[in-house]
């Protein structure tokens, strides 16, 4: 929850005028309100732009929910659901995260799916445990072929504005066993879906964690709000 209309001009001006030919796909998520400011600062520059959430009903008596139609409408690609804060603050269940990224893919947006343990989860052994049910949700609800169009992101709780760090081996350690969770429901899947890592990416470790075999991109938290900063991870992509 950060921005304003001149910071976010300021933000979306300095990635434009920095933005070499991008070798990777790049995206910015950002707040409801300011959907239509992304739209109109970045259509036709190759950076795609999504929401921070969606609703799970297509329409209706939900106030103060955002549906997949109304992000369509701004022309919305993709859609982050079940971030960490989200299922911390608002109580999201894994079950609600799966519905939301059905919903998502059901509407035409692609759903950046959130995953990932506390650090009481860590430390108690549970990480497998932990990341695997709420993948599992997710599992049981899609079917192959919705499932190989999802983008699935891997988010270390305590990882992040803790001051503890994930190496690039141990975040590689669970980005394979998702793929590998993937691959018993659908091979096609496991090889599509790119796994992003959203653990505090920044330029400093970017590339080394980048360079792992099954982390396939970054879910940028406070990088993202400097675009020298984004642009450097992008260029390490």
């Keep these: 929850?950060?921005?304003?209309?001149?910071?976010?001009?300021?933000?979306?001006?300095?990635?434009?005028?920095?933005?070499?030919?991008?070798?990777?796909?790049?995206?910015?998520?950002?707040?409801?309100?300011?959907?239509?400011?992304?739209?109109?600062?970045?259509?036709?520059?190759?950076?795609?732009?999504?929401?921070?959430?969606?609703?799970?009903h297509e329409s209706g008596a939900y106030t103060g929910e955002v549906a997949a139609s109304m992000l369509l409408d701004f022309g919305c690609t993709y859609a982050i659901v079940g971030h960490s804060e989200r299922r911390a603050y608002h109580a999201e269940t894994n079950e609600v995260v799966a519905q939301k990224a059905a919903r998502a893919l059901a509407s035409g947006l692609t759903p950046i799916v959130c995953i990932g343990e506390t650090l009481a989860e860590r430390e108690a052994g549970k990480t497998a445990e932990v990341v695997g049910k709420q993948l599992d949700a997710v599992l049981n609800t899609?079917?192959?072929?919705?499932?190989?169009?999802?983008?699935?992101?891997?988010?270390?709780?305590?990882?992040?504005?803790?001051?503890?760090?994930?190496?690039?081996?141990?975040?590689q350690e669970v980005h394979a066993m998702l793929r590998k969770r993937l691959a018993g429901v659908s091979v096609e899947a496991a090889d599509k879906v790119r796994i992003l890592y959203g653990g505090s990416m920044k330029p400093e470790n970017a590339a080394e964690l980048l360079a792992m075999e099954d982390i396939d991109g970054g879910l940028i938290g406070g990088a993202s709000l400097k675009a020298v900063d984004f642009l450097a991870i992008a260029a390490a992509a």
Excluded at 6 to 35: E, F, R
Excluded at 145 to 159: D, N
């Design 1 to 56: 929850m950060n921005g304003s209309l001149a910071a976010n001009a300021s933000l979306l001006a300095g990635i434009k005028a920095g933005l070499q030919k991008p070798a990777c796909d790049i995206a910015v998520c950002a707040p409801a309100p300011y959907l239509a400011q992304c739209q109109s600062e970045l259509a036709g520059t190759g950076v795609a732009w999504g929401a921070q959430d969606v609703s799970v």
């Design 142 to 171: 899609l079917d192959a072929a919705q499932l190989a169009k999802i983008v699935l992101a891997y988010e270390p709780v305590w990882a992040i504005g803790t001051g503890k760090t994930a190496t690039p081996d141990m975040a």
